[in-house]
């Protein structure tokens, strides 16, 4: 069965660059999820979008924009970045009988030095 | 606001044997969802077992249960007939009973399974 995408899986960056992270929904999930987890920690809630529209915010940082695109990919925008900001983001999707539960990509391993 | 506890950080197994995670949660509202999700060396989170808060039946999904008290707020986990493949951080999970509604996570147990 197909899964969540997301790319690169793994990226280097310098301090005040940008970064941006892709996802790719299971097909037909119209909902995506945006976690971060940093070491030793528990996934946070960042930004979620159901049929294009935000649909709820967390603790994201105003560098941090997303969006959720027509084919239902959406994309994480992450600008003056930070060291704190190396972490591990998940998207995760949801949709159709599938609704009410998550399904999470492998995640993409941000590394800030 | 919601939040859930895991007031074990560690918890260890012998194989073949049973282990109960716990997991409490604090929350004003009547329809939830409840979640258990192993996250093992290679990071993915993996979806164990869900439970809805309407329904009274503990879910179960072959060596997996769970003990769920509503009007105590608690959700634990019961793995039965332990594996080593078993070994993870696993993570309990609140939901609100809405349309693209975040995960609440608890701090995690990293559980190890003794051979």
């Known amino acids: 069965a197909a899964g969540v995408i997301q790319s690169p899986r793994h990226l280097i960056k310098e301090k005040r660059e940008t970064a941006t992270l892709k996802c790719y929904p299971i097909p037909r999930h119209d909902t995506v999820y945006w976690y971060q987890q940093g070491p030793g920690q528990d996934p946070q809630f960042l930004i979620s979008f159901y049929e294009k529209m935000q649909s709820d915010k967390g603790s994201i940082p105003d560098r941090f924009s997303a969006q959720q695109f027509s084919d239902y990919h959406s994309e994480l925008n992450m600008s003056s970045l930070e060291l704190g900001d190396s972490a591990l983001y998940f998207c995760?999707?949801?949709?159709?009988?599938?609704?009410?539960?998550?399904?999470f990509g492998p995640g993409t391993r941000l590394t800030v030095l | 606001a919601q939040t859930v506890t895991q007031s074990q950080p560690e918890m260890s197994v012998q194989e073949a044997e049973t282990v109960t995670l716990s997991c409490t949660y604090d929350?004003?509202?009547?329809?939830?969802?409840l979640f258990w999700y192993k996250q093992p060396p290679s990071r993915q989170m993996i979806l164990v077992i869900r439970q809805e808060a309407y329904k009274q039946q503990n879910a179960t999904e072959n060596r997996f249960s769970v003990n769920f008290q509503k009007a105590a707020k608690s959700f634990s986990l019961k793995i039965s007939d332990s594996q080593l493949g078993d070994a993870a951080m696993y993570f309990c999970?609140?939901?609100?009973?809405?349309?693209?509604?975040?995960?609440?996570f608890g701090q995690g147990t990293e559980l190890s399974v003794k051979p």
């Open positions: 929350t004003s509202e009547s329809d939830y969802y």
């Open positions: 999970a609140y939901r609100r009973d809405n349309q693209g509604g975040k995960l609440i």
């Open positions: 995760a999707s949801s949709g159709g009988l599938e609704w009410n539960e998550q399904f």
